[in-house]
């Protein structure tokens, strides 16, 4: 069964930064496009940064600047390295593999979805 994996969520003062990792249970799926995804309280889930298997990037207009999606292609992971963080950003992250990456614009896969990372951001 392909699993896709978060790891890294935690809690932190607004200004700080966090850094979440995303595994997949197979190579090729590692090194597909990836996304990342958060669903804050109440709220539905939202885009919030993709990057195609060649390292390429788009992010949602909320993060930009502040967050930063990657790839470490030698150890199958995509980072999101999050800096400045405001309570706002609290969220569940979640990483999507396997994914589209077409003319910076990022579709998800529905089959592989991690179960998510909570994010904690206080005031």
């Known amino acids: 069964q392909v699993q896709v994996m978060e790891s890294g969520g935690g809690s932190v003062q607004a200004g700080e930064s966090l850094r979440v990792s995303c595994g997949a249970s197979?190579?090729?799926?590692?090194?597909?496009?990836m996304g990342w995804y958060r669903q804050p309280p109440g709220k539905q889930r939202e885009f919030v940064a993709g990057?195609?298997?060649?390292?390429?990037?788009v992010y949602a207009d909320s993060v930009k600047g502040r967050f930063t999606i990657s790839r470490d292609k030698a150890r199958n992971i995509v980072y999101l390295q999050m800096n400045g963080l405001k309570p706002e950003d609290a969220a569940v992250y979640y990483c999507n593999a396997g994914g589209t990456y077409n003319s910076g614009t990022y579709l998800p896969n529905s089959r592989f979805w991690g179960q998510g990372t909570q994010v904690t951001v206080s005031s």
């Open positions: 197979t190579k090729i799926l590692a090194l597909s496009a």
């Open positions: 990057i195609s298997s060649d390292g390429r990037s």
